[in-house]
């Protein structure tokens, strides 16, 4: 597995983790980065995910929810939730992850950890996202 497909795993786990109990330790990050036996490189870019998701939060969902279409960010799944704000925020965020990047990964975890259906909800709402607010277009 690539570094940073990863780095976002590792980051949807502990994304997950953090939206379901409200917390989110330093120390648990570590721990279950180590225990996934994470590269330095990976580990880091798994915190970078995570706390830019953090400190982010607010301005990510208004973009989730002004395009997810009769959906509140309460109604859906968790899993799905969670990918999205990891891809929003490479996307409107990170200069260094091309767009395309972004929703490839995002979909490809959707499919991986969601419904059968996360994959399609996950990429028409990054797509939209892309479209409006990206500062790159490849």
Same mark, same amino acid.
């Given at each position: 597995?690539?570094?940073r497909?990863?780095?976002?795993? /590792? ?5 997950y ?7 989110l *330790?330093d120390?648990r990050i570590?721990s279950?980065s180590e225990?996934r ?8 870019y798994a915190?970078?995910? /995570?706390?830019g998701?953090?400190?982010n939060?607010r301005e990510?969902d208004?973009?989730? *929810? *002004? ?8 109604r859906?799944?968790?899993?799905d939730?969670t990918i ?6 490479e996307?409107?965020f990170?200069?260094?992850?091309p ?5 490839n ?10 419904g059968?259906d996360s ?5 028409? /709402? ?5 479209a ?5 277009t490849?």
């Amino acid at each position: 597995m690539r570094k940073r497909t990863l780095s976002r795993e /590792i980051a949807l786990q502990l994304l997950y983790e953090l939206d379901a109990t409200g917390a989110l *330790e330093d120390q648990r990050i570590k721990s279950h980065s180590e225990s996934r036996r994470a590269a330095p490189q990976t580990r880091d870019y798994a915190r970078r995910l /995570i706390e830019g998701v953090r400190e982010n939060i607010r301005e990510i969902d208004s973009h989730i *929810e *002004e395009f997810a279409e009769n959906w509140s960010l309460v109604r859906m799944p968790v899993v799905d939730r969670t990918i999205l704000r990891i891809a929003t925020y490479e996307l409107m965020f990170l200069d260094d992850i091309p767009p395309k990047v972004a929703i490839n990964e995002a979909v490809d975890l959707a499919k991986r950890f969601g419904g059968a259906d996360s994959g399609s909800f996950v990429n028409a /709402i990054l797509d939209k996202i892309r479209a409006k607010y990206s500062k790159q277009t490849n």
